[in-house]
């Protein structure tokens, strides 16, 4: 059965740094279009970035330069590294195989002043 497990939330001072990982299991990451998303309290969920199967990467404005995506495709993981964190990146955040429409657990990043 195909799963998503996203890691690697927690608690961080702004300005810190924080990398998520999306574990993939029952399908191959690589061969599918990946997205991460979050959603803020109170607020709709939105998309971070989308991974593409031949590795282009794309991301919404208010995180260029800040975000990067990458995925290792022996372990069959996708990755989000989050720097200089600010408050209003404070969310649940979220793996998703757009392709099927799956969506993982979702993992809470908080940040603190």
């Known amino acids: 059965q195909a799963q998503l497990v996203e890691s690697g939330g927690g608690l961080v001072q702004s300005g810190g740094s924080l990398r998520l990982t999306c574990v993939g299991s029952?399908?191959?990451?690589?061969?599918?279009?990946m997205t991460w998303h979050r959603q803020a309290p109170g607020k709709a969920r939105e998309g971070v970035a989308t991974f593409a199967p031949g590795g282009a990467t794309f991301y919404t404005d208010s995180v260029k330069g800040r975000f990067t995506a990458s995925r290792d495709d022996a372990k069959n993981e996708l990755y989000l590294q989050m720097d200089n964190l600010q408050l209003e990146h404070t969310a649940v955040y979220y793996c998703q195989n757009f392709d099927s429409q799956l969506w993982g657990q979702g993992t809470q990043v908080t940040v603190s002043s």
């Open positions: 029952g399908f191959t990451l690589s061969d599918v279009i």
